[in-house]
């Protein structure tokens, strides 16, 4: 098992920056490529980004890139979502999970799952 306990969330202004850490627990970390996805109001969650166990490779979503930026530390059990720029449309709550297998930005890849962080961005 993974625990995964995502924080950082916030109501922020348009063009504000949040940082997200996500601190997992368990299992190596090491072992599992990281995602972030996200879920808004009314919609189906989605994915936002996706880094390999070693941090060598990532990937984003087209609405997010250049925005956001996903990264890790082994050492430290934690997984981190920067996100700069931000619009009213990343409204969402936030979910970070892990993959056992590969960097993949399909959610039903994912084994483990936090509970979510609350992002609110106002005009």
């Known amino acids: 098992q993974v625990q995964l306990v995502e924080s950082g969330g916030g109501l922020v202004q348009a063009g504000d920056s949040l940082r997200l850490p996500c601190a997992a627990s368990g299992r190596t970390f090491s072992n599992y490529a990281m995602g972030w996805f996200r879920q808004a109001p009314g919609k189906e969650r989605e994915f936002v980004a996706v880094?390999?166990?070693?941090?060598?490779?990532?990937n984003y979503a087209d609405s997010v890139k250049g925005r956001f930026t996903i990264a890790r530390d082994n050492t430290e059990n934690t997984v981190y979502l920067q996100m700069n720029s931000l619009k009213p449309e990343d409204t969402a709550v936030y979910y970070c999970?892990?993959?056992?297998?590969?960097?993949?930005?399909?959610?039903?890849?994912?084994?483990?799952w936090g509970q979510g962080t609350q992002v609110t961005v106002s005009s």
């Open positions: 880094i390999s166990r070693f941090g060598a490779g990532k």
């Open positions: 999970a892990a993959n056992a297998f590969v960097a993949t930005s399909a959610e039903k890849d994912y084994d483990y």
